[in-house]
């Protein structure tokens, strides 16, 4: 099994920056895809971004220019770099991996815990 444990969430004013942090664990063969979700009150759980194990990024629409997905392959942890923060991206932010345990079973989707994340106005 994986295991992905958030940190880095926070209290910040509107204009601020956090950086976010997901460590995957456990018994790992290898991760493919890696991302960011949010969940506000009474919304539907978003993609935030995702980034490939190569590199490729993908942006929600809304955090486009503000937000910076990376990672370190190594370290099998993903980052979220969060700019000029708003009061709308208030949500709990949840890692999710798509990561294989062995040679022999193919990938599944595992996700964090998630981490509050709330922007002052």
């Known amino acids: 099994q994986v295991q992905l444990v958030e940190s880095g969430g926070g209290l910040v004013q509107a204009g601020g920056s956090l950086r976010l942090s997901c460590a995957a664990s456990g018994r790992i063969y290898t991760i493919n895809a890696m991302g960011w979700y949010r969940q506000a009150p009474g919304k539907q759980r978003e993609l935030v971004a995702a980034?490939?194990?190569?590199?490729?990024?993908n942006y929600g629409d809304s955090v486009k220019g503000r937000f910076t997905i990376s990672r370190d392959n190594a370290k099998y942890t993903v980052y979220l770099q969060m700019n000029s923060l708003k009061p709308e991206d208030t949500a709990v932010y949840y890692c999710?991996?798509?990561?294989?345990?062995?040679?022999?079973?193919?990938?599944?989707?595992?996700w964090g815990q998630g981490t509050q994340v709330t922007v002052s106005s």
């Open positions: 980034i490939t194990s190569g590199g490729s990024t």
């Open positions: 999710n991996a798509d990561a294989s345990s062995s040679r022999w079973t193919g990938p599944l989707p595992y």
